[in-house]
Structure formats: structure tokens, C-alpha cells
């Protein structure tokens, strides 16, 4: 019986004018989105790859330096694109590309896309999250709103009562009925993204495993706004009434929704400026171990320290090369200062975060987008494990090149040099991104949410139309 | 009879609890977009503020110190700490160089969140590393504000179709409408009539609310007539355009369903598919000149300048300031830093045309970016608002070049004096160079977008003049 009302109500969607032109348009976009950012893609990935090799020679053909020298010149860590970025930007628009890696100084990411765009890139981009995320819930809303009210309107749902048709039979036709026009979308958009992606040359972390999860989180969402849209149409007498109303969920909880957590967020838990931030950490840094500064009190403490230790009584006497030693102890120092900060800033952004879990419950597109993101290894925490690594990354350069320093130089010998030996002796900078299994722990919160969006719409759908009425 | 119509029509209205609704609801969401702006205004305004006083402490104290240390009432401290020393005062008491908010800046939120509003360039260091991205979570930046110009860019249009999708349907659909044309009537006029009249009561309640919203937070529109007008009548055309968008739909002659449809689609089109559309396609044609590229042409341009300036200083010395002579006694205790200045005065000059290559390139792919606006009323009016607002990227970029103008100016106040081995003294502080922000030079974008809106205003007018010569009364009638 399901399923032969399922096919009575795709017959009835295939046969209107509305879907086929609703149909056409959104499989076009959809392909439309694919391909530009594949290119978009295939493009940032050679700049990328380029720009890797660049500054890897730059690294390597520095010539003879004093290696602290060499540190303060520094290099470049660049964010690397994932596959699936193609199918969900996240907030890479929003995040750097490059971290400048070099003594001292803990850098943030630079030069975020968006910030070398005009507004217009506010509106968004068409890529196929934008298509899989705003727009299909609208295509369910435009083919499901009448699915009650149109069979109310005519009469028909007193007809098929009086045939004996359980209610709940006739919604699981009718959800089906809603389901698969939907499935015969996804299905070749999931197809060609997995040939897209196949073929893409050295296409690194692509995992077939997660591009099917990530349909599988939009096929949950539909099934959302199905249940969504079949409560509504089962609760109204007029087909106008049940669109407005549908519409109206749909804009607050994909457009008003995010907007306002937002807002909440940042009213709760404000990030601190940029200069706030630099200025704090160099209240810190001034009160420590300063490594470039003999004079400063704390490195006058270490020196006594130090020397006590050896048994000496001067930095020349020393084994190794005090300036070295201490700008590294310095080093240490300010990294722990940048540590402790970032660990800061990171609790405001857990914070954040956890505002917007908790307005998930008002709004199945939060979860949906969080998971995306971070499915796509997209989103702001995937960022943060890069800056991190960068990081690491920074303090086991440094510290090789004050080690070099302070082991082969004599103290106050600045034309010391070193050479390409050194230099090849630190690897090139290498970033494995965090596993999926930790990308899923990390997101269990979402995928509840989001799984209890489905049960509990699933019930309110039961709900309203066991108490249906037919007129 | 025309006049009888829109008299009873606006009888009609005001029973009706559609308008009370309306303007209680749009009331709420205008005052929340304005409470966010006003916030966000208000943090801004509070850093620099804060940053300011923060200057004229330390300038206070600068200035005491030099005083008693002038007057041997204190112990000279050590040359690195001195505040008589030119260089420290260069270093360790900059200008803070702010953008101050516009009157409207609460409207749009625009670029104001991924950038800074306030830099405190140095004696030393190059513009290049002058950092102006904000720091903020970017998923904040993802789903953007709750301001106002998202009210007037997406929520409006909407309010405009709720009212008025089933203008004609209605009457059609209860039988009026036969009645009504009965008459000796144009349906072009009764229509246009009907909707003009929803159109002034829609534009009224959108006015008022946004300008008891302004009230209620404290923004001086009426000392600031002139941007408020401007505001006010940019949104009242693409209300307008919205209208005339339900009119053409709406002489179609469809059922009330299908023109909510077709109205919804036709949003979705202007307000959600053209602008990413546009965004992503621009992209593509015009891409954004690489900065990874432009990194590495940086740097290869600044280690060939540097291995030139190795000639007049050992690295280093430009390295590590403080391994600079201590000693005062010699005869220019800035030799140090002027020397230090001709070697960075080489690099800057070498990598500056890698800078300039890369901006012009710059400027010349958003300029075109910026010519596509014109695809859609959603586009300009949310250029029009920024542009209001002070938020709009050519602002960030005009107060980008003013920070570096002011690096410069600051620079050379200390240059000659450093020359002259001069001290600074307690009344210098008053001659310090300072910068008062001005947007006097951004060009203005606003008498482009309204024309812009007012054009696609024409070719809503000329397609229902066309869509009701092709339609006939019968086919309007028939059901």
C-alpha cells in the first residue's frame, strides 16, 4: 500500500510543471557548482603545490647564514586543500592560507580569500553545499507543502479514509513519495563527485567512506525537513497557509538561525581583538625571559643559574655558546607564553562552539552544517590542528637553529655562519590531518542533535497525523 | 470609482490584523538587527577609545619622567629605557591610528568584521607586516550578522510578497473580482492602485521602525539628515522594485499558490542564486591574484635587497637592536637607527613593486567584480547600505593606505630630529604627529546603486505593461 501511494504521488510531482522545472534547475546547479569548484580546486592546489616547492628552495638556497639568522628569515607553512573541500568550502574563505614560521613570533594565518574579495563573496558561493544545504530543503517544502492540504482542499483524503488507508501508511507513501525525487538528485550528484574526486591527480586524503558519510548527513537532514514538511501540510486546511508557514521555518532555520547564535555567541564569549591579543601576549613576554635581551632580569637569573651549574664564572667559559643557549631558553619561553594564549583563545572558541550545539536543537541546519564542515575537513577546528602543527613545527625549527648555534659557535661569535648541511637537516614541513575518528568524536554532539531531529520529527509527523482530521 | 476602490481598500487594511502583525513583527526584527550593529559599533568604538587613553597615559608619563630625569631628580636610566631617546619614544609610544565608526556604521555590519579598526605603526618595521585582519572565529564570519542591511536584503522582499502575492487572486478566486471590473475601471489602475496603497502603508511601517530602532539606540539620524535620507530612500526603492515584482506576477492572472510560488521563486533567484552565482563566477574568471605567489616574489626580492644592504650593515645588527653600541658618548647616539633605516629603506624599496604588481592586480579584479552588481537589486542594495555604513571594502583599503601614509609621516617627524642628535622633551609630545580618520576620499558608490535599482525599478514597469498587453481581461477572469 506505501508503496503503491508512493508511486501514485511521484506520478502526480513528475507530471506538474513545478517539479520538472524545480528538478532541472537544481541538478543543473548542482553540476554548475561541481565543476566551478573543481576548477576553483584543481587551481588553488597548484598554487598550493607550487608555492610548497617555493619556499622550500627558499629554505634550502639561503646561503650561509648565522643559523639564527636563518630562523628569523623563517619559512612558510601553507594550509593544504582536501578533496572534499570541493563539495563544502567551510570557513576556508574565512581562515588563512600561509603561517609565516619564524623566530620568536607565533603568526596567525594570513591572507584569508575573503578578505581579498569584495562583499559580494558575503552572499556566498555556489558551491554544492550552498545547493545541498539552502536550497534543497526549499525544493522539498515547494513539492511536499500540499501533500495534506491539496487531498484536504478536494476532498480526496475523506475518500481515501473511507477506503480503509491507515493514516500512517498513507504518510509513509507520501513521505517516500517526497524521499525518492530527492534520492534520483543526490544519487548522480554522488556519483560524479566520487568520479570528480577519483580523478583528481593526487588526490591525498580522499576516502570514498567519507563522501558517502557526508551524503549520508544530508540524506538525514532531508529526511528532516520531509518529516517537517509533511507535519506542517497535515496540520493546516489551506495549501497558502502550510507554504508560509513552511517558508518561514525554512528562513529561520537556515537563515535567522545561524545569524542569531551568532550574535549569542559573540555576546557571551567576544573574541578579544587582534592588537587586545598581541598586546597581551607581550605584557607576558616582557615580564619573562627575554632571549634577545642580556640585560633583562629574568636572563640575568638564568645566567647566575648557569653559570652556578657549570662551575664557572663567565658565559665565555662556558661549553657552549650562551647566546645560543639563551636565546633558545627564550625561545621555550615565549612559546609557552604563546601556548598558554592560544589555549585561551581556544577555550572562547570551545565556548562559541558550544553555543552554537546548544541552538542546534532549534535549528536541524546548525548540525548539518558542522558536520559538513568538518566531514570536509572545512571547519574552524581542522584549522586550529593545522595552526597547531605549524606550531610545533616552528619550535623544532628554532630550537635546531639556536641548538646549532650555541653548539658549534663560541659566545659573542655572531659571524658564525652555517650552511646547507644545517638547513637540509630540518625536514620539510609536513601535515597529516587529525583522523576521521577523531573528526567523529569530535562531532558526536552534532550527530546526536541531529539524529534526534530526525526521531523527534519522525514522532511529531506521527503524531499529528494519527489526530488528523479530514476536513 | 478608482478613488472609491482604494478608499475601501484602505478601510479594509486597517481592520485587518495583517497590519498590526506586520508592523510588530518587522518593529522586533528591526530593533534585534539594530541592538547587533549598535553592539558591535559600541566594542569598536570602546577599543579605541580605550587605546587612546592608554596613548595619553603613557605620553603623560613619558613626559614626567623626561622632566624629572632633566632635572636630575631621578637616576638616568639605562639607554635602552630612556624616554629622552628619540628612538624609544618612536618605538614604544606610536600613534594610534583608528577608524572611527560612521554615524550609520550600525546598519551594515559589511567588512568591519574581518578587518581591524585601529594599527599602531612603529618607528620600524614595514607596512607589509602591518597586520589588519581581525581576529575572530571564522565561523562567525561564515554565518554572518543579524544586522540590519540582512533584514532589509532578504527578510523585506519577503514581508513585500506576504502582503501582497494574492492582490488579485483573492478577489478572483471569491468572485469580486468580476464584480469589481464590472465597473467603469482599468484593471492596470485598480490594480497598480491596490498595490500602491500596500506599497505606502508596507514603506511607512518599515520607515518607522527602523528609524524608532535608530531612536532607541542612541544614533543621531536627525543630526545626520542627509545619510538617513539616503538610507531611507534606498530601501524604499527596492520595497518599491519587490512591489512591482507581486504586480507583475500578480497580472498574471494564477491562483494565490502559484503566485506565492512563483514569487518565492523568483526571491530565491534575485536574492540567494545571482549574487552566489556572480561571487563564485567572478571568482573564476577574474581569480584573485595568488598570495602565495606574491609571498615568494616578496621574499626573493627582500633576501636579494637585504644581500645589497650587507653592505652598509651586518644582518644582525638589523636583526637585533639591542647589540646596537650602547655607547652615547659618540657623536650621534641614533647612528644606530638611522643606519638601520637606509637598510630598510633598500629592502622596502626593492620588494615595493612586487607590492604594487600585486595590488594593481588586485584593484583591477575587484573592479570588475564590482561592475557585476548591477545583475541584481540584492547586490546593490547591499553595496548602497555598506557604502552608508562605511563598512564597504573600499573603505578598508582607502583606511589600509591611510595607516601606511601615517607610518611614513610618523617615521620622518623623528628622521631629521634623529639627524640632529636631538632628545625629546617633555612639551614635544603635544607636536607629535597625530591622524585623524576622514572617509572624505573613499568614492561613493551610492548614486551608482540607486540608479542601478531605480533601472531594474524601469524594467519591472515595461514587463508588466507588457505582460498586461499580452493578457487578456478573459484569461485574467477565467479560473
Known sequence: MIFKIARKELTEIVREGRFRITAITLFALLLAALFVSKSYYTSVNAQHSEAKKNVRSEWMEQGQKNPHSAAHYGTYAFKPKYPLSLIDNGVDKYTGVSIYLEAHKRNEAQYAAAQDQTALSRFGDLTPDFVLIFIVPLFIILIGFNAFTRERESGTLRLLKSQGVSTWKLTMGKWLGLFLPVLFIAIPVYVLAALFLANIKDYGQFSLWALTLLFGVYLIYYAVFINITLFVSSLFKKSNVAFVTLLGIWMVSCLAMPKISTAIADKLYPYPTQVEFEEQIAVDKKKGLDGHNPWNTEAKKLEEETLKKYGVDSVQQLPFNWDGFLMQEGEK??????????????????????VYRSTAALSPFLPTRFLSMAICRTDYTSHWDFANAAENYRIELVGKMNGDMAANS?????????????????PDFQYEPASYTTVIRQNTSNLITLLAWLLLSFAALYGAVTKMKTI | MLNHTIKYEWLNLLRDRWVMILLILFLGITVFAVRNGKEKVEDRMATITKEKEKMGKLDRKM????????????????????PRALDNIGWNAPRVVAMDAQPLAVISTGQSDLFTHYAKPKIYGEAYTLGFSELSN??????????????????????????????????????VLRLTLAQPISLYQWLLGKLLLRFFILTIIVVVSILISLTIFDIDWLGNRGAATKLILLVTVYIFFWFLISFLINLLGNLSGSNAVTLIAVWVVFVLLIPSIISQTANSFYPVPSRTIMIHEYREAKALAEKKADEILKTYY???????????????????????????????????????????????????????????PAILLQDGLNDLAGTSPAHYTDFRNQVIAFADTWRHYFIPRMFNNEKMQAEDFG?????????????????????????????????????????????????
Not at chain 1, 333 to 354: G, P, R, S
Not at chain 2, 63 to 82: G, H, M, V, Y
Open chain 2, 63 to 82: 613626559a614626567a619622567d623626561i622632566d624629572s630625569l632633566n632635572k636630575n631628580l631621578k637616576p638616568a636610566p639605562e639607554a635602552w629605557k630612556d
Open chain 2, 318 to 376: 638589523r636583526e637585533h637592536p639591542e647589540y646596537a653600541p650602547k655607547d652615547t658618548t659618540q657623536q650621534n647616539q641614533y647612528s644606530w637607527w638611522l643606519g638601520n633605516f637606509a637598510a630598510s629603506d633598500v629592502i622596502n624599496q626593492s620588494v615595493q613593486p612586487v607590492l604594487d604588481d600585486y595590488n594593481e592586480a588586485l584593484n583591477k579584479q575587484q573592479s570588475w567584480v564590482n561592475r557585476l552588481r548591477f545583475l541584481s
Open chain 1, 410 to 426: 663560541k659566545y659573542g661569535d655572531w659571524d658564525y655562519l652555517a650552511d646547507d648541511k644545517l638547513w637540509s637537516s630540518v
Open chain 1, 333 to 354: 619561553h615565549t612559546a609557552d607564553i604563546y601556548f598558554k594564549h592560544y589555549q585561551l583563545l581556544k577555550d572562547t572558541y570551545v565556548n562559541q562552539t558550544n
Open chain 2, 431 to 479: 607636536e607629535l604627529p597625530t591622524h585623524s580618520y576622514s572617509s572624505a576620499q573613499v568614492p561613493s558608490h551610492y548614486p551608482a546603486d540607486l540608479m542601478g535599482l531605480l533601472f531594474f525599478l524601469t524594467l519591472t514597469v515595461a514587463g508588466s505593461m507588457w505582460v498586461y498587453r499580452r493578457n487578456s481581461f478573459e484569461n485574467v477572469l477565467s479560473v
Open chain 2, 138 to 175: 571564522p565561523v562567525q564570519l561564515l554565518f554572518g550578522s543579524f544586522d540590519l542591511a540582512f533584514v532589509c536584503i532578504y527578510l523585506l522582499p519577503l514581508l513585500v510578497l506576504g502582503f501582497s502575492y494574492n492582490v488579485l487572486s483573492s478577489e478572483k478566486e471569491s468572485g
